[in-house]
């Protein structure tokens, strides 16, 4: 038991360390020497764990894509205000994983390809979350119309996150919400 309750603890180093390697600086910053120093494990050690630097970086984007969205089994019940404040939430109350996260939308690619697909398909699901939320809203408002609203509102709030990763201090809540506002 006590060897399990080790394992758990230095996974969970490992990843703390891919984690805030990521936020810090970026893909290039997170090579396997780094992480095993930062979590103070030897690099057998950390290929008991992970076949791979890229398995452990992918671990890490999955749980900042699924921390955007804290209620996934909320879909077809909230409005697009509750879809905007669940992302400003994420970026006040996880900075270090909303970092991985725009980091990780950008350099998709460089994170493998399944990395890729990943952001794509979520992606995806939050244009049909902000989409159904903004037809529920307004019921003028056709399936087309609400897609390409939501993407418009997404682009805006991505676009948002990525100028709040380069520049900490900038109001992205306030700006977030002024992006609702106008275009929902």
């Not at 103070?40 to 970086?57: H, P, Q």
């Not at 890490?60 to 921390?67: D, F, K, L, N, P």
């Not at 979350?129 to 809203?137: E, G, L």
């Amino acid at each position: 038991m006590a060897r399990y309750q080790v394992g758990l603890q230095t996974e969970a180093k490992i990843i703390d360390a891919t984690r805030s390697l990521l936020a810090e600086g970026g893909l290039e910053a997170t090579t396997l020497k780094s992480i095993c120093e930062r979590a103070e494990v030897r690099s057998g050690s950390f290929y008991n764990l992970f076949d791979s630097k890229e398995e452990a970086i992918l671990r890490v984007v999955r749980e900042s894509i699924e921390a955007v969205d804290p209620d996934p089994d909320g879909a077809g019940t909230d409005s697009v205000d509750d879809l905007v404040r669940a992302y400003i939430r994420f970026f006040s109350e996880e900075p270090q994983l909303a970092r991985v996260y725009v980091v990780a939308a950008l350099n998709g690619d460089s994170t493998g390809e399944s990395a890729s697909r990943r952001f794509l398909r979520h992606h995806l699901r939050r244009v049909e979350r902000f989409a159904d939320a903004m037809a529920r809203s307004d019921t003028h408002l056709g399936r087309d119309e609400a897609t390409v609203k939501a993407e418009l509102l997404l682009g805006a709030l991505d676009g948002l996150a990525f100028r709040w990763s380069l520049e900490p201090e900038f109001e992205f809540d306030k700006y977030a919400l002024l992006a609702a506002e106008r275009l929902k």
